[in-house]
């Protein structure tokens, strides 16, 4: 018999939680000896085989590692060293631009690769799914287990030493779902972002030129439409200006003539003898009007 049969066999088996699963009665080896599977007994639910690299085998225990576990994080390794292995090759390429054909050889490889890692993804993703109904069910008995003590305990039937016995254990089985129920979750959470990050690495390079060219462009365009787009005039607000109309009576008074030097005086473009000129017509034509009404 191997040494590892000699290590294992006997050994309680608890899960990566503590729970208690079962004893390894036997084992199941291949042709050179090397174990394959591993026999627990697990009590009422009788004689369960374990794949020999779900469990860990300690000093005085055997630790179970769930099989969802094991599969996403080969999932996660592979994919992860495909995604930097692409990396490695768009670098390789942008310093070398000779290598161009042998490294689209090499990148059609590993996009095949990350194909062909999505239908073992989907699988993946459905079992997480189905443990996490499992444990949500298990959570509703749990909880179910303890709220059905406190009530035979205030019902006098079983006394305060069960009630918090009960407790307890229902409280370390449901930190254990919580726990695994998190881990599920942060491995959901990872493989998405692997999705994102395998998305952005299989966009050929000249794609992802143009993109950035359509991006400025977009940007350098901005600008002239927000421009173009006039301030609407403040509401309520005076406005004001700097011309100030004249009174009634100082409409009716005379304008001074200018002097003759008003061309080196004063900084008007316009010379002042054509306003001068515009304004007496006016007031002449005001006193005719008012000539005429006193007449009348």
């Known amino acids: 018999m191997p040494q590892d049969n000699i290590d294992i066999i006997g050994k309680n088996v608890k899960d990566m939680y503590g729970t208690f699963m079962g004893k390894v009665i036997g084992t199941i080896t291949d042709i050179d000896g090397s174990i394959q599977t591993v026999g627990v007994d697990c009590g009422s639910q009788g004689l369960q085989q374990f794949q020999f690299e779900q469990l860990v085998v300690q ?13 996403s994080q080969r999932l996660i390794r592979e994919k992860q060293l495909t995604l930097r292995r692409l990396k490695a090759l768009i670098d390789i390429v942008s310093d070398e631009e ?92 990872r493989i998405s972002d692997l999705n994102v990050e395998a998305q952005n690495a299989t966009i050929p390079p000249q794609q992802k030129l143009q993109d950035s060219a359509v991006t400025y462009l977009d940007n350098s365009e901005q600008p002239q439409n927000v421009q ?8 309520n607000e005076p406005i004001t200006s700097t011309f100030v109309p004249p009174s009634e009576d100082e409409a009716t008074q005379p304008i001074p003539e200018a002097p003759v ?33 006193e007449a009348q």
Not at 59 to 71: A, N
Not at 170 to 180: D, F, G, P, R, S
Not at 228 to 235: F, G, N, Q, S, V
């Open 98 to 189: 000779d290598m161009k054909i042998d490294a689209e050889i090499i990148h059609e490889k590993y996009k095949s690769k990350l194909v062909s890692l999505e239908e073992t993804e989907k699988q993946i993703k459905a079992k997480l799914e189905e443990r996490l109904t499992e444990l949500d069910e298990q959570l509703k008995s749990a909880k179910m287990l303890v709220f059905d003590a406190k009530l035979q305990h205030k019902s006098d039937e079983i006394s305060a030493a069960t009630f918090e016995t009960v407790k307890t254990c229902a409280n370390q089985l449901i930190e254990h779902i919580t726990h695994e129920t998190a881990e599920i979750s942060n491995v959901q959470k």
């Open 261 to 293: 030097n008003a061309e080196a005086v004063t900084p008007f473009s316009e010379p002042p003898q054509q306003v001068k000129s515009e304004t007496s017509e006016d007031n002449s034509d005001d006193n005719d009007w008012l000539a005429r009404m």
């Open 228 to 235: 173009t787009i006039l301030p609407e005039a403040p509401i």
């Open 59 to 71: 000093d005085d225990v055997v630790i179970f590692i769930p099989k969802w576990r094991l599969d």
